[in-house]
């Protein structure tokens, strides 16, 4: 205890000026420069308290009459300000001693804030304000009002930004040659920053807010070339490392070929012809292959590590989950049985023994196939003659695992990554910039569209009995656990709960649980009853969102449904309509739901296309999210709009390539002001 007190005491680590900065992402005092407004306030009339009328913002200045501590109906600091025969009350419901001292009576205050119409009068709550001696000069400019965080007030910020503006002609510096910028209309830099830190009171506040100004295009393009030209030299430097070439001799692949209960679909064969052609090269090949839930995926994979196989080298192939990563396993075991392949099977929670023997075989390069989940990675373990690496469902990595993957143990193999969150074009074209992509746009034939039913929890019961119906005729369900992502283990009784609930109504089925927690032994044995049709009903959290395929389940309920996010919706939705049967996802939802819910579920229940759903979901969420990397650390775009701004990305592109064939010290100069030379950018 007494630990602990002493701790309190001590200065709280962290919160220095400086790591206030760095928490706004400013490191060095040159990024103040970038630090840009998020609106501005017009501080540069006066209004006299008498012509203030509600619903709007003012600045006023008037002398203090008087101030004290309230406490009915909560405690505040209300201070009444008085001009002539008019009067405004300013209030603050969270305030210091030093606020109170500041408004004591007979000073004279300048205000800007929202006035509304309290019990008394017009009233101001939490405005911004200044005492100020009689007489001094208003300001001539808008007032800038900055991204901030907490202890670091805006008057500070706004000093350190103006500060940091005319410490050094350098911060100010154009790294744009005239020939990038004169074809391209764009501000000059220094002009852009003054512009939009200092704006003139003649400035259009509505192309500022809305960001359409030229100093705003200015800035944004700069943000977009930097992202580009730091792709495209990562990429450069990828051409320059030598990977083996990995021509293959076909006798696995053909093999494989004769095997497959199916006939490839055109979209498979051409991706297939994509990988063949990079896997020759000796330059590594870095493809992100996107297809929508049940296009295909797996096989293209297994074909391409043939390939590598084939050219004596190994292949490992991982995936996010471990269940996931299982039924790979058991998959290729099908598929590969009786060729000459030995694969390797690789977990973090296999037991220690077997894990041992399992690297062993895998270090001494004695097995030419490792399925793994990323302990195949973060257990160090050695690939002597790794050949190609395929990274399954790449989206549901982390970011911090993604970035690992890149920097070790890969080294110069090959690199396929899969993904069935399609990315938009525009954000493909930002943010993979230094990925080659193959798309599968084609579904396997003979599937029939999952029909989307949106069901009130109201009418539950119902569903209920069309399981119960669907399973007397032989099929299996899928019914989705309410996603509490406050609390796992609240989830973990939901679904423990839900498990009891349907097992009492549907006594003559059996119900099978898989959730998150179970032991990866149990999550098999349930996972394998359920593909060998001996549990009729399998009530589940979302560890079954990816890739799990059991063709004879036609019917998905979610409960919940408008607690979950749009991908996640339409992964969970193609888990059924895999086989022959009509297959239908049920969204049960609680009402009332919120418009945002309600946005979500109808953009689902309209679509089945994953590039359409995910188009919308970046209208309905913004591209950061979308990424997944909001706390990430990894640098996202501040100012521009991958959706809006699709013609600055472009002429950015364009840009880039000039740059960096015409003058390389300009272009390293940019990057130095927008990365601080971080390795690092926005990146898989
Ligand atoms: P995903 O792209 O979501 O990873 P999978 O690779 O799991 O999809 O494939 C979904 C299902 O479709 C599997 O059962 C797979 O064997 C089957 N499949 C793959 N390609 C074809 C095809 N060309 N024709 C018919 N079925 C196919
Ligand atoms: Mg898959």
Same mark, same amino acid.
Not at 86 to 105: D, G, M, N, T
Not at 183 to 193: D, E, H, I, N, T
Not at 194 to 210: I, K, M, V, W
Not at 555 to 571: C, N, S
């Given at each position: 205890?007494?630990?602990?007190?002493?701790?309190?005491?001590?200065?709280?680590?962290?919160?220095?000026?400086?790591?206030?900065?760095?928490?706004?992402?400013?490191?060095?005092?040159?990024?103040?420069?970038?630090?840009?407004?998020?609106?501005?306030?017009?501080?540069?009339?006066?209004?006299?308290?008498?012509?203030?009328?509600?619903?709007?913002?003012?600045?006023?200045?008037?002398?203090?009459?008087?101030?004290?501590?309230?406490?009915?109906?909560?405690?505040?600091?209300?201070?009444?300000?008085?001009?002539?025969?008019?009067?405004?009350?300013?209030?603050?419901?969270?305030?210091?001693?030093?606020?109170?001292?500041?408004?004591? $009576?007979?000073?004279?205050?300048?205000?800007?804030?929202?006035?509304?119409?309290?019990? +008394?009068?017009?009233?101001?709550?939490? =405005?911004? &304000?200044?005492?100020?001696?009689?007489?001094?000069?208003?300001?001539?400019?808008?007032?800038?009002?900055?991204?901030?965080?907490?202890?670091?007030?805006?008057?500070?910020?706004?000093?350190?930004?103006?500060?940091?503006?005319?410490?050094?002609?350098?911060?100010?510096?154009?790294?744009?040659?005239?020939?990038?910028?004169?074809?391209?209309?764009?501000?000059?830099?220094?002009?852009?920053?003054?512009?939009?830190?200092?704006?003139?009171?003649?400035?259009?506040?509505?192309?500022?807010?809305?960001?359409?100004?030229?100093?705003?295009?200015?800035?944004?393009?700069?943000?977009?070339?930097?992202?580009?030209?730091?792709?495209?030299?990562?990429?450069?430097?990828?051409?320059?490392?030598?990977? =083996?070439?990995?021509?293959?001799?076909?006798?696995?692949?053909?093999?494989?070929?004769?095997?497959?209960? +199916?006939?490839?679909?055109?979209?498979?064969?051409?991706?297939?012809?994509?990988?063949?052609?990079?896997?020759?090269?000796?330059?590594?090949?870095?493809?992100?292959?996107?297809?929508?839930?049940?296009?295909?995926?797996?096989?293209?994979?297994?074909?391409?590590?043939?390939?590598?196989?084939?050219?004596?080298?190994?292949?490992?192939?991982?995936?996010?989950?471990?269940?996931?990563?299982?039924?790979?396993?058991?998959?290729?075991?099908?598929?590969?049985?009786?060729?000459? $392949?030995?694969?390797?099977?690789?977990?973090?929670?296999?037991?220690?023994?077997?894990?041992?023997?399992?690297?062993?075989?895998?270090?001494?390069?004695?097995?030419?196939?490792?399925?793994?989940?990323?302990?195949? +990675?973060?257990?160090?373990?050695?690939?002597?003659?790794?050949?190609?690496?395929?990274?399954?469902?790449?989206?549901?990595?982390?970011?911090?695992?993604?970035?690992?993957?890149?920097?070790?143990?890969?080294?110069?193999?090959?690199?396929?990554?899969?993904?069935?969150?399609?990315?938009?074009?525009?954000?493909?074209?930002?943010?993979?910039?230094?990925?080659?992509?193959?798309?599968?746009?084609?579904?396997?034939?003979?599937?029939?569209?999952?029909?989307?039913?949106?069901?009130?929890?109201?009418?539950?019961?119902?569903?209920?009995?069309?399981?119960?119906?669907?399973?007397?005729?032989?099929?299996?369900?899928?019914?989705?656990?309410?996603?509490?992502?406050?609390?796992?283990?609240?989830?973990?009784?939901?679904?423990?709960?839900?498990?009891?609930?349907?097992?009492?109504?549907?006594?003559?089925?059996?119900?099978?649980?898989?959730?998150?927690?179970?032991?990866?032994?149990?999550?098999?044995?349930?996972?394998?009853? &359920?593909?060998?049709?001996?549990?009729?009903?399998?009530?589940?959290?979302?560890?079954?969102?990816?890739?799990?395929?059991?063709?004879?389940?036609?019917?998905? $309920?979610?409960?919940?449904?408008?607690? +979950?996010?749009?991908?996640?919706?339409?992964?969970?939705?193609?888990?059924?309509?895999?086989?022959?049967?009509?297959?239908?996802?049920?969204?049960?939802?609680?009402? =009332?739901?919120?418009?945002?819910?309600?946005?979500?579920?109808?953009?689902?229940?309209?679509?089945?296309?994953?590039?359409?759903?995910?188009?919308?979901?970046?209208?309905?969420?913004?591209?950061?999210?979308?990424?997944?990397?909001?706390?990430?650390?990894?640098?996202?775009?501040?100012?521009?709009?991958?959706?809006?701004?699709?013609?600055?990305?472009?002429?950015?592109?364009?840009?880039?390539?000039?740059?960096?064939?015409?003058?390389?010290?300009?272009?390293?100069?940019?990057?130095?002001?927008?990365?601080?030379?971080?390795?690092?950018?926005?990146?898989?």
């Amino acid at each position: 205890m007494a630990g602990k007190k002493r701790a309190a005491a001590e200065p709280k680590p962290g919160n220095t000026l400086a790591d206030k900065l760095v928490r706004l992402g400013i490191a060095r005092e040159q990024d103040l420069v970038l630090h840009l407004p998020l609106r501005y306030e017009d501080h540069t009339h006066l209004c006299p308290l008498a012509a203030l009328k509600p619903g709007q913002p003012w600045q006023v200045e008037a002398t203090v009459a008087n101030t004290d501590i309230q406490y009915r109906p909560r405690r505040q600091l209300v201070c009444l300000l008085e001009d002539g025969d008019a009067q405004l009350v300013l209030r603050f419901f969270h305030f210091y001693p030093s606020h109170q001292k500041a408004l004591a $009576v007979g000073k004279r205050v300048r205000a800007f804030g929202d006035v509304r119409e309290g019990h +008394f009068g017009l009233e101001m709550v939490h =405005p911004s &304000f200044h005492v100020v001696a009689p007489g001094t000069p208003l300001p001539d400019r808008l007032t800038p009002v900055y991204p901030t965080t907490a202890g670091l007030a805006q008057d500070a910020l706004r000093k350190l930004v103006h500060r940091a503006l005319l410490r050094d002609p350098a911060y100010l510096a154009e790294t744009l040659p005239p020939w990038t910028r004169e074809p391209r209309r764009l501000w000059g830099f220094a002009q852009s920053v003054h512009y939009l830190h200092e704006p003139p009171t003649d400035a259009s506040q509505s192309a500022l807010d809305a960001r359409t100004h030229p100093a705003w295009s200015r800035l944004k393009f700069d943000e977009l070339l930097a992202q580009q030209l730091s792709l495209k030299m990562h990429r450069r430097a990828r051409a320059r490392r030598r990977a =083996p070439r990995l021509v293959g001799d076909g006798t696995l692949t053909k093999a494989l070929y004769e095997r497959l209960p +199916f006939k490839l679909t055109r979209a498979q064969q051409r991706v297939i012809a994509e990988i063949r052609r990079d896997l020759a090269r000796a330059e590594p090949m870095q493809r992100l292959l996107q297809g929508d839930v049940g296009s295909g995926k797996t096989v293209v994979a297994a074909l391409a590590a043939l390939q590598a196989i084939e050219s004596g080298r190994q292949v490992a192939f991982m995936a996010p989950t471990e269940i996931l990563a299982e039924q790979h396993y058991r998959k290729l075991a099908v598929w590969l049985e009786g060729l000459p $392949v030995k694969m390797a099977w690789l977990s973090g929670s296999l037991p220690a023994k077997t894990k041992r023997q399992a690297k062993a075989v895998i270090e001494s390069g004695e097995a030419h196939f490792a399925i793994g989940t990323h302990a195949l +990675f973060q257990d160090e373990v050695a690939l002597p003659k790794l050949g190609l690496a395929i990274v399954d469902e790449q989206h549901r990595f982390g970011v911090a695992q993604r970035l690992a993957l890149r920097q070790r143990g890969i080294g110069d193999a090959h690199q396929l990554m899969m993904s069935a969150t399609p990315i938009p074009r525009t954000l493909a074209m930002s943010f993979y910039a230094d990925l080659d992509v193959s798309v599968i746009d084609e579904m396997p034939p003979g599937r029939t569209p999952v029909a989307t039913r949106l069901v009130s929890q109201r009418r539950r019961s119902e569903v209920v009995e069309r399981a119960r119906k669907l399973c007397a005729e032989g099929g299996q369900v899928y019914w989705v656990c309410p996603l509490i992502e406050e609390s796992e283990k609240l989830e973990l009784q939901t679904a423990v709960a839900l498990h009891a609930e349907l097992t009492a109504t549907l006594e003559e089925i059996s119900v099978g649980l898989l959730h998150g927690r179970m032991k990866p032994d149990d999550k098999a044995v349930v996972m394998n009853s &359920f593909v060998r049709g001996e549990i009729g009903v399998l009530v589940a959290t979302t560890v079954i969102e990816v890739g799990v395929d059991v063709p004879n389940a036609s019917l998905m $309920v979610i409960e919940h449904a408008e607690r +979950f996010g749009l991908a996640q919706l339409h992964q969970l939705r193609g888990r059924v309509g895999r086989g022959a049967a009509q297959s239908t996802c049920v969204l049960l939802f609680e009402e =009332p739901m919120s418009e945002a819910a309600k946005a979500r579920l109808k953009v689902v229940y309209e679509h089945n296309d994953g590039f359409e759903i995910a188009r919308q979901d970046l209208r309905i969420r913004g591209p950061g999210e979308f990424l997944g990397a909001r706390q990430s650390g990894v640098p996202l775009l501040r100012f521009a709009d991958p959706e809006r701004d699709v013609a600055l990305i472009e002429a950015a592109r364009g840009a880039a390539d000039e740059l960096l064939r015409r003058e390389p010290g300009a272009a390293g100069a940019h990057l130095e002001r927008w990365l601080g030379g971080k390795q690092e950018f926005i990146k898989v």
